[in-house]
């Protein structure tokens, strides 16, 4: 089974830019569609991207396109996840998510194998 571990998160002020990285284990990464998620306080999880094997299929949230970018190189075994234009509803802390199915899967939250740790982003007013 594929481990996830997240990092590039912090504190940045609004306007301002974060890229997330999600790198990951095992010999199959290009057999998983990958995804981001984020949970702010007393929030409940929501989806945020989501990126197919090949890359050819992206979703991605309404409120955070043109903003965010998700990509993948399979080489390195790394998802990323490109954060500009940062708001302060912006805060949670971010997941990284892994699915043997398709990218539709991981935006409707189902046949999700893994998941990361999670990694923080606040955005200061």
């Known amino acids: 089974q594929v481990q996830l571990v997240e990092s590039g998160g912090g504190l940045v002020q609004a306007g301002g830019s974060l890229r997330l990285s999600c790198a990951a284990s095992g010999r199959t990464f290009n057999s998983y569609a990958m995804g981001w998620f984020r949970q702010a306080p007393g929030k409940e999880r929501e989806f945020v991207a989501a990126?197919?094997?090949?890359?050819?299929?992206?979703y991605y949230l309404d409120s955070v396109k043109g903003r965010f970018a998700i990509s993948r190189v399979n080489a390195k075994k790394t998802v990323y996840l490109q954060m500009n234009s940062l708001k302060p509803e912006d805060t949670a802390v971010y997941y990284c998510a892994a699915s043997l199915g398709t990218a539709t899967d991981i935006r409707r939250v189902t046949q999700i194998v893994s998941w990361g740790q999670g990694t923080q982003v606040t955005v200061s007013s």
């Open positions: 990126i197919s094997g090949s890359s050819s299929i992206i």
